[in-house]
């Protein structure tokens, strides 16, 4: 049991830091900035709160000149030192500027000391430190204890998760890998041709608003934050669920990159949230020095949502007209879409499409047929919300599934029949506004599986 930080703890801790600083101005005679953790709670020595002070180093080594620094890690929460060349008032400022710059900078306390060991206040640059839960005058809610201890541990893990994220910009050799191989099943996606109701090569599908070339756009435009992902699985140091929040912040970035480069039109949100988290699981395999196979990135795609269904769907009080799409079949039909998938361990992926993409490659098929013969054995067997939304579950469940069977009984991509009856099925799909976007999505996640089990 993690031994509680008493308020003597604290102060001697201060104290402590007090004579190190005067060490150090008899040393130096230089303003000095002292790095330390702005955070409740008994754990404030963490490998977080470490790359927090790591990252305010990095921050200030950028416009300062760092003459000296001294850290130490005690259990009251990492330490840092710096002796810096400059005007202290000048320094401040970059100091504050550094702790607003982020979101995750409230949790860093950058205090700043003339040379003569006179502490500069944040009040001469106009600024007042804000609450962690409000974001209003921390002085005032700590006054009046504004905030339960739990609203200020969830404050805060809201932050690490931020910070979490951030760090995700630093890629690795094997974020940069694993980050192409998404982008790649992205891209193959979008290129096999005759893609029943899809956008493709050949036309755009059951669809007015983008073509071809918004996917390519869409795809070059996620690329980044796709190899986030696997970053964040690689750097995970916790529970395996804990990352889904920081795939959060790397999402919400991703999406605001795809609708710029598309002009507003959403292409690959579902696909980006589906990657991104197979992403992250392969990364989290790969940091486990454990061999990627389907098995184990659908199990650790399973870890990452799980209780996703829950929190997301299961205790949703918004009155009907401001439910999203998957909210609403939610409700009304208790369809999971594809966080029930993904929570599930993706079991459309694991028992039907991969072993069909890989007995059609297998069978000497191309790629791209075997892609499209790939897409029909999904649209046979999954719960494509995106036909649902634009319909409904029957125009899935009976219209769709029974197309599709009758295609593959044909023969699929593997006889000249079954080619023909693809490509009327995708003139039928055109007519009817029948979009089959959620197949599309679990095939590009089905490609990008199959290829971390080859190259990763």
């Excluded at 604290?10 to 150090?24: F, N, P, Y």
């Excluded at 036909?387 to 593997?414: I, T």
Aim: proline share 3%; aromatic share 6%; net charge neutral.
């Amino acid at each position: 049991m993690e031994k509680a930080l008493q308020l003597s703890d604290i102060l001697a801790a201060k104290e402590a830091r007090a004579c190190r600083q005067g060490e150090m101005r008899a040393e130096y005679n230089l303003p000095l900035i002292s790095i330390t953790i702005n955070m409740p709670g008994n754990r404030k020595d963490t490998i977080y709160t470490r790359q927090l002070v790591d990252y305010a180093v990095r921050q200030i080594s950028q416009n300062m000149d760092i003459v000296a620094m001294r850290r130490i890690n005690p259990g009251t929460g990492p330490e840092c030192l710096l002796a810096v060349s400059g005007i202290a008032q000048e320094i401040k400022s970059h100091t504050v500027q550094i702790e607003e710059a982020q979101p995750f900078g409230r949790l860093l306390d950058l205090d700043v000391f003339a040379a003569e060991g006179t502490q500069l206040s944040r009040a001469e640059q106009g600024i007042l430190r804000k609450c962690l839960v409000c974001g209003g005058p921390a002085v005032d809610c700590m006054r009046t204890r504004r905030h339960s201890g739990e609203d200020l541990a969830k404050a805060v893990q809201i932050l690490i998760d931020n910070f979490c994220a951030y760090l995700t910009r630093e890629i690795s050799i094997d974020g940069q890998k694993i980050g192409a191989l998404a982008v790649e099943a992205m891209l193959y996606e979008a290129a096999c041709t005759p893609a029943p109701g899809l956008v493709d090569r050949a036309n755009s599908g059951a669809h007015q608003d983008m073509n071809y070339y918004s996917f390519l756009s869409s795809s070059a435009a996620l690329e980044f934050s796709l190899t986030r992902c696997a970053e964040a699985g690689l750097r995970h140091n916790g529970q395996s669920a804990d990352i889904l929040p920081v795939l959060r912040y790397i999402g919400m970035e991703g999406e605001a990159a795809m609708l710029k480069a598309t002009g507003g039109v959403n292409t690959q949100k579902g696909l980006l949230f589906s990657l991104g988290v197979i992403a992250a699981a392969a990364g989290y395999i790969k940091a486990k020095h454990m061999r990627l196979t389907g098995e184990t990135i659908c199990e650790a795609v399973a870890q990452i949502t799980e209780g996703i269904v829950e929190r997301e769907l299961g205790n949703i009080e918004k009155p009907i007209e401001k439910l999203t799409a998957g909210e609403k079949l939610y409700r009304r039909f208790g369809i999971t879409g594809i966080r029930g998938e993904m929570a599930a361990g993706l079991p459309g992926i694991r028992q039907f499409a991969l072993p069909a993409l890989k007995r059609a490659l297998a069978a000497g098929l191309s790629t791209n047929a075997a892609m499209v013969h790939t897409l029909l054995v999904l649209m046979a067997c999954v719960e494509d919300t995106t036909v649902m939304n634009r319909h409904s579950p029957d125009k899935m469940r009976v219209f769709v599934k029974q197309k599709a069977e009758a295609v593959l009984k044909a023969g699929g991509m593997y006889t000249k029949v079954g080619q023909a009856e693809v490509k009327a099925l995708d003139a039928e799909f055109i007519a009817s506004n029948v979009s089959p976007g959620g197949a599309a999505d679990m095939v590009a996640a089905t490609w990008f599986i199959y290829k971390l089990e080859q190259v990763v």
